[in-house]
């Protein structure tokens, strides 16, 4: 077949060890170029030889000769003669087995054959050639080889390669709807590669993430506190070496105080706004859990009566089955005990009957449902009251103690009645624990205000802020069996910072918010900046790798950059330095953006590929709906991809602020390996530069071995000691 490998040869196929035999000899007996010869060279050559010549290889030249022989009479009788059975559907493949027939320039022919019953004639065609086969009266043995048969034939084929060709070019079209969307992603990932800054990009991101989300939270009903709790997880309060980067709720804190002219240099003055604010926070998260307590309880009721009817109409099902069971041919009605159990497992309830109730199931069923539709029903609401009051004990992170099964004889105005009075006395007395008679809080802040003794900076306030939600509580681990202290929440300034946003514009909050982000991403910037500055700070322009000069050279000024050849980074003017750190810190989170941005494409794009052969194979189901599908899959296809892009989008947003790179060598930037250094210095330095090496590498050995003779034997290394110099650390400080 073709563009497999194999090839009708006319005669059958020669061994190789034959045609060696045959050269060989050819070659002994005076042919010197017997491996160039022609097979019909050889044939000749071996005739015009004695037959005491063949020797030993006498049945390998017969063989060789009736090879030949056989050969010539299949040419003769015309060659190879293929015959085929119908005609395929595609010219190609009817093409494909007629050269079977003449391979290589041998002579060769075909035909085939063809029935009125083939799926080809059948389909097109095969009827007008039946119909003309009657009119004319022909015997339906007799074969029919003309001219309009072939065309038809042709036609046909025409015809079907042309539908096989829509349907590849519709096929085509949905793999396009793809194509364009991974060449924009694609395109994307290459340009976060190679491009120098991402800066630009991810505050685009963060631009439109916050403009989206701002305007949405102000028109929520319950108010804007999913955005202040956004803002606070995508950017909480950073603690980098002493300085407290505060986050968007803190900061709006921070403002409401300045307003109301809180005074840091009196204590008094401290402690009394911060226990106005805790109390005012502790009352806005007491509206927001009595409200939510409200949605819970109206969340719970409309899902028992569902369940109720639920179980109603099961009941009446199961009921009216027993009334009109016959049993089958050869086995008995069911027993009472397989009923109740059957019932049981409907119900998904613990039922309990006795067995005079088990057996009036057969005998008078309507009695045993109205026993059991009551016990149903109390039931359901003592398993909703359950989740109820379990949901309750978690967000409080105390037991209400409200008794279940004394709810559950009660209305449900008296139950709602009863789970808000309780709820509200018990968030009382956490007021009151913290701000009120207890004053937890304001003995906490009168310890921490007098070791400040004064001194109260704007740090020291944000830190108050940070520390008054957290507490402490001891608790049994069951594990361990032992008393362990953890760490709860207290209060949460979620709701309270939430009421300070209300009313106000949207874009002015959204410009606010952006604002905010922006000085906090500046300010991480800059102490990127200033660790790398450290570490750069003594290194020359000739020590640096090619990006990092890059940067410097894009915010340094041509005299500044040529200084630096001489002099160490150290060196440069104050303003020139800082925009060195600048420019350092602002390479140091386009590497942090790089990973970033790339693990979220390649996690949400794989998943993006899954959801896409999902909707490939579904959408065929659109034609039962008089819906194209292509049509509809563009569509879905559409909304799939902004959705990507979206979650995309929303995935750089919320950890732009908190990522942590899991290569962190990537952040080492700035000085050339060691190698590359090596291989710029030229020979003569090279030598030089080993010679020194030596020498300190000796002197080191000898200060070693100095420092070996005086200590003493008994001398112990102290614990800390394993902080070792290495050598390359102490020819460092040599040469410095």
Same mark, same amino acid.
């Not at 403002?255 to 109301?260: P, R, T």
């Not at 497992?345 to 088990?358: I, K, N, V």
């Not at 794989?606 to 579904?618: G, H, I, P």
């Given at each position: 077949?073709?563009?497999?490998?194999?090839?009708?040869?006319?005669?059958?196929?020669?061994?190789?060890?034959?045609?060696?035999?045959?050269?060989?000899?050819?070659?002994?007996?005076?042919?010197?170029?017997?491996?160039?010869?022609?097979?019909?060279?050889?044939?000749?050559?071996?005739?015009?030889?004695?037959?005491?010549?063949?020797?030993?290889?006498?049945?390998?030249?017969?063989?060789?000769?009736?090879?030949?022989?056989?050969?010539?009479?299949?040419?003769?009788?015309? *060659?190879?003669?293929?015959?085929?059975?119908?005609?395929?559907?595609?010219?190609?493949?009817?093409?494909?087995?007629?050269?079977?027939?003449?391979?290589?320039?041998?002579?060769?022919?075909?035909?085939?054959?063809?029935?009125?019953?083939?799926?080809?004639?059948?389909?097109?065609?095969?009827?007008?050639?039946?119909?003309?086969?009657?009119?004319?009266?022909?015997?339906?043995?007799?074969?029919?080889?003309?001219?309009?048969?072939?065309?038809?034939?042709?036609?046909?084929?025409?015809?079907?390669? *042309?539908?096989?060709?829509?349907?590849?070019?519709?096929?085509?079209?949905?793999?396009?709807?793809?194509?364009?969307?991974?060449?924009?992603?694609?395109?994307?990932?290459?340009?976060?590669?190679?491009?120098?800054?991402?800066?630009?990009?991810?505050?685009? #991101?963060?631009?439109?993430?916050?403009?989206?989300?701002?305007?949405?939270?102000?028109?929520?009903?319950?108010?804007?506190?999913?955005?202040?709790?956004?803002?606070?997880?995508?950017?909480?309060?950073?603690?980098?070496?002493?300085?407290?980067?505060?986050?968007? #709720?803190?900061?709006?804190?921070?403002?409401?105080?300045?307003?109301?002219?809180?005074?840091?240099?009196?204590?008094?003055?401290?402690?009394?706004?911060?226990?106005?604010?805790?109390?005012?926070?502790?009352?806005?998260?007491?509206?927001?859990?009595?409200?939510?307590?409200?949605?819970?309880?109206?969340? @719970?009721?409309?899902?028992?009566?569902?369940?109720?009817?639920?179980?109603?109409?099961?009941?009446?099902?199961?009921?009216?089955?027993?009334?009109?069971?016959?049993?089958?041919?050869?086995?008995?009605?069911?027993?009472?005990?397989?009923?109740?159990?059957?019932?049981?497992?409907?119900?998904?309830?613990?039922?309990?009957?006795?067995?005079?109730?088990?057996?009036?199931?057969?005998?008078?069923?309507?009695?045993?449902?109205?026993?059991?539709?009551?016990?149903?029903?109390?039931?359901?609401?003592?398993?909703?009251?359950?989740?109820?009051?379990?949901?309750?004990?978690?967000?409080?992170?105390?037991?209400?103690?409200?008794?279940?099964?004394?709810?559950?004889?009660?209305?449900?105005?008296?139950?709602?009645?009863?789970?808000?009075?309780?709820?509200?006395?018990?968030?009382?007395?956490?007021?009151?624990?913290?701000? *009120?008679?207890?004053?937890?809080?304001?003995?906490?802040?009168?310890?921490?205000?007098?070791?400040?003794?004064?001194?109260?900076?704007?740090?020291?306030? @944000?830190?108050?802020?940070? #520390?008054?939600?957290?507490?402490?509580?001891?608790?049994?681990?069951?594990? @361990?069996?032992?008393?362990?202290?953890?760490?709860?929440?207290?209060?949460?300034?979620?709701?309270?910072?939430?009421?300070?946003?209300?009313?106000?514009?949207?874009?002015?909050?959204?410009?606010?918010?952006?604002?905010?982000?922006?000085?906090?991403?500046?300010?991480?910037?800059?102490?990127?900046?200033m660790s790398a500055w450290q570490r750069l700070s003594s290194a020359r322009w000739s020590d640096l790798d090619e990006p990092t000069r890059k940067s410097l050279q894009a915010a340094l000024s041509e005299d500044a950059c040529r200084n630096?050849?001489?002099?160490?980074?150290?060196?440069?003017?104050?303003?020139?330095?800082?925009?060195?750190?600048?420019a350092l810190g602002r390479r140091a989170l386009t590497e942090i953006y790089r990973q970033l941005l790339l693990g979220v494409i390649t996690e949400l794009w794989v998943d993006y590929l899954t959801q896409m052969e999902a909707l490939r194979v579904s959408i065929g189901l659109e034609a039962y709906g008089q819906?194209?599908?292509?049509?509809?899959?563009?569509?879905?296809?559409?909304?799939?991809?902004?959705?990507?892009?979206?979650?995309?989008?929303?995935?750089?947003?919320?950890?732009?602020?908190?990522?942590?790179?899991?290569?962190?060598?990537?952040?080492?930037?700035?000085?050339?390996?060691?190698?590359?250094?090596?291989?710029?210095?030229?020979?003569?330095?090279?030598?030089?530069?080993?010679?020194?090496?030596?020498?300190?590498?000796?002197?080191?050995?000898?200060?070693?071995?100095?420092?070996?003779?005086?200590?003493?034997?008994?001398?112990?290394?102290?614990? *800390?000691?394993?902080?070792?110099?290495?050598?390359?650390?102490?020819?460092?400080?040599?040469?410095?």
């Amino acid at each position: 077949m073709a563009g497999r490998g194999v090839d009708i040869k006319l005669g059958g196929e020669l061994p190789e060890e034959i045609i060696a035999e045959v050269n060989r000899i050819l070659h002994r007996a005076g042919y010197a170029d017997s491996y160039d010869m022609t097979m019909e060279q050889r044939r000749q050559a071996l005739l015009q030889m004695d037959h005491a010549e063949y020797g030993i290889y006498e049945s390998q030249v017969q063989a060789f000769l009736k090879f030949m022989d056989d050969m010539e009479r299949v040419k003769s009788l015309g *060659g190879l003669h293929v015959i085929g059975s119908e005609r395929h559907e595609a010219r190609r493949i009817d093409n494909q087995l007629r050269g079977r027939a003449a391979r290589q320039g041998d002579p060769g022919s075909s035909r085939f054959y063809l029935s009125m019953q083939d799926e080809l004639m059948r389909l097109f065609g095969g009827q007008q050639a039946e119909a003309l086969m009657q009119r004319l009266r022909i015997d339906d043995a007799l074969p029919l080889e003309v001219g309009l048969v072939g065309r038809l034939v042709e036609q046909s084929q025409t015809r079907v390669e *042309g539908a096989n060709f829509d349907v590849r070019k519709h096929l085509l079209e949905y793999d396009d709807v793809l194509n364009t969307q991974r060449q924009r992603i694609y395109s994307q990932r290459d340009l976060i590669f190679t491009k120098d800054d991402l800066s630009e990009d991810v505050s685009e #991101m963060l631009r439109a993430e916050v403009l989206r989300r701002v305007p949405e939270a102000l028109k929520d009903p319950e108010g804007p506190w999913r955005l202040i709790a956004w803002l606070d997880q995508i950017q909480p309060t950073h603690d980098l070496g002493g300085a407290l980067i505060p986050s968007y #709720m803190i900061q709006l804190l921070l403002e409401y105080l300045k307003e109301q002219s809180i005074d840091l240099s009196s204590p008094a003055s401290v402690r009394a706004q911060l226990i106005a604010l805790a109390r005012q926070a502790l009352e806005a998260e007491q509206e927001h859990l009595l409200a939510s307590t409200r949605n819970l309880l109206d969340h @719970t009721r409309s899902r028992m009566e569902d369940m109720v009817q639920e179980i109603r109409d099961a009941l009446d099902t199961f009921f009216a089955s027993l009334e009109d069971e016959q049993p089958e041919e050869g086995t008995a009605l069911r027993s009472p005990r397989e009923l109740a159990e059957e019932l049981a497992g409907l119900t998904r309830l613990p039922l309990r009957l006795t067995p005079e109730q088990q057996r009036l199931l057969r005998s008078d069923p309507d009695q045993v449902r109205q026993l059991i539709q009551p016990q149903v029903e109390a039931a359901i609401r003592q398993q909703a009251l359950t989740r109820l009051v379990g949901a309750i004990e978690r967000r409080m992170e105390e037991s209400p103690g409200l008794d279940v099964v004394q709810l559950a004889r009660q209305e449900w105005d008296e139950i709602e009645q009863q789970v808000l009075t309780t709820v509200n006395r018990l968030f009382n007395r956490r007021i009151d624990r913290l701000v *009120g008679e207890g004053d937890q809080l304001g003995k906490e802040l009168d310890i921490v205000l007098a070791r400040l003794n004064g001194n109260m900076r704007a740090e020291h306030l @944000t830190s108050l802020l940070l #520390m008054m939600p957290l507490g402490s509580r001891t608790t049994f681990d069951k594990k @361990t069996h032992r008393r362990v202290s953890q760490q709860t929440a207290r209060l949460t300034y979620t709701y309270f910072a939430g009421h300070l946003l209300e009313g106000r514009d949207p874009e002015q909050a959204a410009e606010d918010v952006l604002a905010h982000l922006e000085r906090t991403r500046s300010i991480l910037q800059t102490l990127h900046g200033m660790s790398a500055w450290q570490r750069l700070s003594s290194a020359r322009w000739s020590d640096l790798d090619e990006p990092t000069r890059k940067s410097l050279q894009a915010a340094l000024s041509e005299d500044a950059c040529r200084n630096l050849e001489t002099t160490p980074l150290h060196s440069l003017p104050p303003d020139e330095a800082q925009q060195a750190i600048q420019a350092l810190g602002r390479r140091a989170l386009t590497e942090i953006y790089r990973q970033l941005l790339l693990g979220v494409i390649t996690e949400l794009w794989v998943d993006y590929l899954t959801q896409m052969e999902a909707l490939r194979v579904s959408i065929g189901l659109e034609a039962y709906g008089q819906r194209d599908p292509l049509v509809q899959y563009k569509s879905r296809a559409s909304e799939l991809f902004q959705n990507l892009l979206r979650d995309m989008r929303l995935g750089v947003v919320s950890r732009m602020f908190t990522y942590r790179p899991r290569d962190l060598e990537a952040l080492q930037f700035g000085l050339k390996p060691e190698q590359e250094i090596a291989a710029e210095l030229s020979p003569a330095a090279a030598s030089e530069q080993k010679q020194v090496e030596a020498s300190i590498d000796a002197g080191d050995d000898a200060e070693e071995a100095e420092l070996a003779e005086e200590t003493p034997a008994e001398t112990v290394a102290p614990s *800390g000691a394993g902080q070792t110099i290495s050598r390359s650390q102490k020819r460092r400080r040599r040469r410095r």
